[in-house]
């Protein structure tokens, strides 16, 4: 079946550093990947995705590009704050589209010190 | 707020009682999904509807587990007889499926405790 691993947290860093957050994911169709967050006390947003190999997804400074012959997605920021501290899920939908039910990795916890 | 709503936010019970959430999509939207997440772990896919049509469940959802969109908008999820286990943080997100994003939004979740 299909799956999402991706690095263990929590990772920690100072603020301006550049972040790489892995995922990798096994799925036996042609998925589209999604980077969700979910900052203390709020629910999953969208942070960003691709549908198709070699697509780069991009919001708030984030990027992830989608790596069809690594099977990769991995999740990059070239300068962090403080508020980017949150848990980060990498998810992919295997019918195309986003319309199904979404695979989760297990989520990286970031957390950005001053 | 037009976001997704769930109600409880949170629900103690003792086991082998029966319990039911409610989730309330974004108005116009056609799909409406529903998640287990439990501690350390990202959230596990159970069921979704498009309109009033459950049209898939996951292995997940055991037979304890039924869930309803009885007019094609709210939805409930009820658990009967809890165990342990199922002390869980369950999601509900929706998304408007024939748009160029099917974006899932999601809502804040019902914590369930089972005691």
């Known amino acids: 079946g299909d799956s999402v691993t991706q690095m263990e947290g929590p990772v920690t860093l100072s603020e301006e550093a550049f972040l790489t957050i892995n995922c990798t994911y096994t799925a036996t169709g042609y998925p589209s990947l999604f980077w969700y967050v979910q900052y203390p006390g709020e629910g999953l947003q969208l942070l960003l995705k691709a549908t198709k190999a070699d697509d780069k997804g991009s919001n708030k400074g984030f990027e992830a590009t989608y790596r069809k012959e690594t099977t990769s997605f991995h999740l990059e920021k070239g300068s962090v704050q403080v508020s980017d501290s949150a848990v980060y899920f990498c998810a992919l939908n295997d019918s195309g589209g986003g319309a199904d039910g979404l695979t989760f990795g297990k989520g990286t916890h970031l957390i950005i010190q001053p | 707020d037009t976001g997704v709503s769930q109600d409880p936010r949170h629900k103690i019970t003792k086991r082998g009682q029966n319990v039911t959430f409610r989730c309330d999509p974004i108005?116009?939207?056609?799909?409406l999904y529903w998640y287990r997440q439990t501690l350390g772990q990202g959230p596990e896919f159970l069921t979704y509807f498009q309109n009033e049509a459950q049209l898939e469940k996951s292995r997940l959802l055991s037979d304890r587990f039924s869930a309803e969109r009885p007019k094609g908008s709210f939805s409930t999820l009820e658990i009967q007889r809890t165990e342990q286990g199922d002390s869980a943080m369950y999601l509900c997100?929706?998304?408007?499926?024939?748009?160029?994003?099917?974006?899932?939004?999601f809502g804040p979740g019902t914590r369930l405790t089972v005691t």
């Open positions: 108005s116009e939207h056609n799909r």
């Open positions: 997100a929706s998304a408007q499926v024939g748009r160029a994003s099917s974006e899932q939004y």
